[in-house]
């Protein structure tokens, strides 16, 4: 093997081909089997000649961008199959196919002219590189290839295109495959994009993490999931109607009434309404309900109109099938709670009024102070992130408890972004204001018992909110975490409190809600329990007759 050469673009002004063309090596100087490096314009092309043919491509395998030039090859008349040791990827360089391996290899054509060999080192078309790109993005899905779909992220950004189409093709490509709507991909995407937007600047690798972390998540909750077709047919808009069918749990009318709206020109703030009062009909689903409301509008704003349609059909369905906590005795007196909410109780209430409170007498201490919207929800805002601050961490930890209290870290901060979620859509829709107000009282009730106020909590006050939770945010960008369920929540829960805090800089729970998301940052999280798990099994099974 010969040591690299330099070439540059010699191409001999009368032969009438294209100045993309180079000339190589005169083809008497490599010996059959041989190979030899050359550069051009910045790539690093490998030549290979076997008894009869000669074949280039790109010298940086794919995979990690190791040289091939340290791979082996094995020719014949059908074909040249050129291996990277390193991970066993394997390439036909004849037919360019990727025989072991994810990404392709860039192969550039090659013409031997009165026995020099000449190259095409010509990049293909801007538009042929970006449906190359999000082709092979679309690939990576099969196998959750977190780095290839980096690369190929940076490949279509690269060749011009708009990086926010990964972003569109991939819910394309998922959103059918939910088969309960709306996941936290979806819900953590414009938190993403807002970290995107804020705080990644000119630099290159902080644009790319949000896209390729919303990416990813989108294929791993969707990953060898069969396709579950959205209910066709259109309605025209009618707001009570889709609130009904909604109630109803009638998938098919709701689509049809989505889908119609979603066909006029104010489809999307038109939905806004009717279905943030779906999503505040009940305390369900742990309230992911109003939590992916707001964030559904959010993602069509970052991701313009036409993302609307798979964005709301996947919410709508999750609306129809959340679970409807205020339906089990834990969460009963809701109802109850909510028709004799009247505006007119006067009690007055501050954060430590809701800290020990079960979800009964949260409830009646809520209805004492309703003619205070802005008061009670201060306090209750004050409560939440007292109790998440004093989260009792043995209680997460420990493996003999009852199913009902398999508690942790994630659970806790639901009732502070359930809270952001719920003051937006409140102020745009101040109708659902008692139930926002009431389900926070759900919140901290349910929260109450799992608190120690005893421990010493001073080390994780702040002194600047603000800039404590942009600092927050910027470490999420290199989060370490492999569960896309954790990084989600990171970014869910940085963002939401920030939006509060900016929102209310001078609000009497800025301090408590930094000091509560700084302990969650620093904690640890035990997200597999095999201990309890088998308690559980074992116990239930032994119960079951």
């Not at 025989?99 to 000449?118: A, K, M, T």
């Amino acid at each position: 093997m010969s040591t690299a050469e330099v070439l540059g673009s010699s191409a001999d002004p009368n032969s009438g081909v294209s100045s993309d063309w180079i000339e190589g090596p005169v083809l008497s100087e490599i010996a059959p089997g041989e190979r030899r490096i050359l550069r051009a314009g910045g790539k690093q092309i490998l030549l290979i000649r076997t008894r009869d043919q000669v074949h280039a491509c790109n010298n940086r395998c794919p995979h990690e961008g190791y040289p091939l030039m340290e791979g082996s090859v094995a020719s014949d008349d059908g074909g040249c199959v050129l291996t990277c040791n390193w991970h066993n990827w394997k390439f036909d360089l004849l037919s360019g196919e990727t025989l072991v391996g994810g990404d392709r290899l860039r192969r550039y054509p090659v013409d031997v002219r009165d026995g020099v060999i000449w190259l095409d080192v010509a990049d293909p078309p801007a538009e042929q590189q970006i449906a190359s790109a999000l082709e092979n993005l679309r690939d990576s899905f099969e196998d959750h290839e977190y780095d290839r779909m980096a690369r190929e992220i940076a490949r279509l950004e690269k060749a011009g295109g708009d990086p926010l189409d990964a972003v569109r093709r991939a819910i394309d490509w998922t959103h059918r495959r939910f088969e309960y709507g709306t996941t936290h991909a979806l819900a953590a995407a414009p938190d993403w994009l807002d970290l995107r937007g804020r705080l990644a600047g000119g630099d290159a690798t902080r644009n790319l993490v949000p896209l390729l972390e919303i990416v990813g998540h989108l294929c791993w909750d969707s990953l060898r999931w069969r396709e579950f077709p959205f209910p066709d047919g259109q309605k025209t808009f009618d707001p009570e109607a889709l609130v009904q069918a909604i109630e109803d749990e009638d998938e098919a009318a709701a689509m049809a009434l989505v889908r119609g709206t979603l066909s006029e020109s104010a489809g999307v703030t038109a939905l806004d309404g009717p279905l943030s009062r779906a999503a505040a009909a009940h305390y369900q689903d742990f309230g992911h309900s109003m939590i992916f409301t707001y964030k559904a509008r959010q993602l069509v704003e970052a991701l313009g109109e036409d993302m609307a349609v798979p964005v709301y059909l996947s919410l709508t369905r999750s609306l129809v099938y959340a679970s409807r906590e205020d339906l089990i005795p834990e969460f009963r007196a809701y109802g109850k709670t909510r028709a004799a909410w009247n505006g007119a109780g006067r009690a007055p209430v501050d954060g430590e009024t809701f800290r020990h409170l079960g979800v009964n007498q949260a409830l009646e201490t809520a209805l004492s102070a309703s003619a205070d919207p802005a008061g009670l929800f201060d306090a209750l805002v004050s409560a939440a992130a007292w109790q998440m601050l004093h989260f009792d961490m043995a209680v997460m930890n420990q493996d003999h408890r009852p199913v009902p209290d398999n508690i942790n870290w994630l659970d806790f901060t639901h009732a502070l972004t359930f809270a952001n979620a719920g003051r937006v859509q409140a102020e745009r829709h101040p109708e659902i204001w008692p139930d926002v107000l009431l389900q926070l009282a759900c919140f901290t009730g349910r929260n109450a018992k799992y608190t120690d106020a005893d421990q010493n909590v001073s080390v994780w006050l702040v002194h600047d909110p603000l800039a404590f939770l942009d600092e927050a945010s910027r470490e999420v960008f290199d989060h370490g975490q492999f569960e896309y369920i954790v990084s989600a929540h990171l970014v869910k829960l940085t963002v939401a409190a920030r939006e509060e805090i900016l929102a209310r800089p001078d609000a009497p729970w800025a301090g408590l809600v930094a000091a509560s998301v700084n302990r969650f940052l620093n904690s640890p999280l035990k997200r597999k329990h095999t201990t309890r798990t088998a308690r559980q099994a074992l116990g239930f099974v032994a119960a079951e007759g």
